[in-house]
């Protein structure tokens, strides 16, 4: 601790004795002594600690994880190069800073595309690294009413979003191979023990950017008019992860902290914005092209034709300021809930490939008929609910009194140390695993197999039951 002090001390005074010497000269503030900075060589120490050490582990299994691993470090180095110019620049605005961020931005969208497409072997790998970098976003901060969490904060929320990747793989790999569950510690140790120790020490309040240095510009953005005769120029490219525009906020949205920052997802667009109405005339019974009869050819190519399931409208709203509908929503990974309090309920219903992350205390939350649906939470006061569910994953963070698990077939629960108390209760349900934090700090994860089977047994008057014991139970 008081290492971290001093060094944070050494370095304001090196800035300060730099500014006084040269009467406020950026150049030799801020410019040429800026790489040799105590933060900038602090920040390459833990380059060459924490993000060696994941690239070691990587080395070892190869294929996309060393892709991914790459990027990691690729990511590091350009965090590095920011770091330098916040020194050597003055403080932007929302469009300089944009333009500041685009070499970060960069390599987190290369990231991210790594994780699209056919899902992979080892795609929790992909989502645990691509989903951590959010976390380098810290040097964004630029005050309270930026719209994202302070520096510290931030590098902690980011991590709890990839880490619910991250403990697959070291559930997954537990037994099977060592280097795989070595990659994920080590990412872990990345982020909680190494970038966010370092924001700490060096920029607990976000950058300081020089007072005198030059100013961040956006780059023009006039397109050159094209030749004639030439192609029309290709589509605009998406908006950039680190999108400061006021136009994309809105009332109807609440803040949603690091989402705010990274997705696109608070462009006050509703979820049904791109659905299809329909009309009267479009409906069978409306139809004149319809008959009573059905011809041959006609009856052919409908056999041959997909089935369509049904799928309802999709929900992600406050409903009346007491419950969070999360309804029919299919393949979205980024669903947060980031404003919510202790009288609120959140409801999910028909949900499939998706994953839900409720940052903050609520009173109850139920899953309701949901596939392969993740979801990440904090706190509940009163009780968890999985009810006809098909292979859920969930992480308790906080604490949550009481777990029901009713008609579900495929459960993996895991509790944090605060919730080891909870009362489990399970009905008509199986392959239902609860996880446990090891004793150490980077412990592996115990695994416990609830009972499926019980004996029962009449004696003295009554039946006694016991469960049938499954050697999984660890």
Known sequence: ?????????????????????????AAAASGDDAPRDPSVLAFQDLIGQYVARVSAAAEKIGGQVLDITKIVEEAFAAQKDLIVKVMQHKKPDNAGLVEFLKPLNKV???????????????FNHLKSAADSLSALAWIAYTGKDCGMSMPIAHVEESWQMAEFYNNKILVEYKTKDPNHVEWAKAIKELYLSGLREYV?????????????????????????APAPGAPAPPPAPSASLFSFEASQASSSHPKQ???????????????????????????????????????????????????????????????????????NQIGKKDLVISECDAKQSVYVYGCKDSVLQIQGKVNNITIDKCTKMGVVFQDVVAAFEIVNCNCVEVQCQGSAPTVSIDNTAGCQFYLSKDALSASITTAKSGEVNILVPGAEPDGDWGEHALPEQFIHVYKDGHFETT???HSAGG
């Not at 020490?201 to 020089?210: A, Q």
């Open 1 to 25: 601790m008081e290492e971290k002090l001093i060094q944070r001390l050494e370095s304001a005074v090196t800035r300060l004795e730099g500014l006084s010497f040269t009467g406020g000269s």
């Open 108 to 122: 987190i969208t290369k990231a991210n595309k790594l994780t699209e497409g056919r899902r992979s072997d080892f």
């Open 200 to 224: 700490k020490s060096f920029y607990p309040l976000g950058p300081v950017w020089s007072p005198t240095g030059t100013a961040v510009t956006a780059a023009p953005s006039k397109p050159k």
């Open 257 to 327: 902290g690091m989402a705010a920052v990274f997705q696109e997802i608070n462009s006050g667009k509703p979820v049904t914005s791109g659905l299809r109405k329909v009309t009267d005339d479009m409906k069978t019974k409306n139809r004149a092209d319809r008959t009573g009869v059905v011809g041959t050819q006609e009856k052919e190519s409908h056999t041959s034709a997909p089935a369509v399931s049904k799928i309802g409208t999709p929900k992600f709203e406050l409903q009346m300021g007491r419950k969070w509908a999360v309804e």
């Open 467 to 469: 469960p049938v014991s």
